[in-house]
């Protein structure tokens, strides 16, 4: 789980989500998302879930998560594998605005939004600097190297989960 917000894809806040809504409204259709809503206003525990995923969501960059696959050497697994989690990232965005009503994600979270918003250049300057430290520490066979390295880039993985406020 750490792995996944460090990289930015934030996986195991969101996955799945946009797809167990979109399935429930095909089978349901305008009468599911009557009861999504009112779920989602009624139900504590929903509407939680609900506000969760969207926050979340908000911490996702692709841009920068595609710079951590490009840690992965083989081409065809990595496109395929991202090209998954985007179309499930843009369905699950789509659902949770259906549901929740909004124009734009965590629009009810303006305090979250503007507290995040103001981090945001410095992790994602981290995050590109610990996709390079990586890059190198996996090229490095001197164990001298590597050692160098490693602090560096535990100093980076703390930077990037106190900035994010979570620690996966």
Known sequence: MFAWAQNRHVITGWYGVGSAIKSLLDVRNEDGLKLLRRMFEA???????IDEVEKT????DLDIA?????????????????GLI??????????????SGGTF????FPEFRAA?????ATINEVNREQVQLLRRFRGTESEVEREAFKSA???SIN?????????G
Not at 57 to 60: D, G, K, P, S, T
């Open 153 to 155: 880039l535990l100093l």
């Open 57 to 60: 969501l908000l911490l996702v």
């Open 86 to 99: 985007e179309a499930e990232l843009a369905r699950t965005k789509e659902m949770v605005l259906k549901v």
């Open 116 to 120: 995040i918003q103001s981090r945001l």
């Open 43 to 49: 139900s504590r525990l929903f509407r939680l879930i």
């Open 66 to 82: 595609r710079d951590y696959a490009s840690l992965i050497a083989d081409e065809g697994v990595r496109e395929n594998i991202l």
């Open 105 to 108: 994600i965590a629009e009810r």
């Open 159 to 167: 930077t990037v989960a106190a900035g994010l406020g979570a620690t």
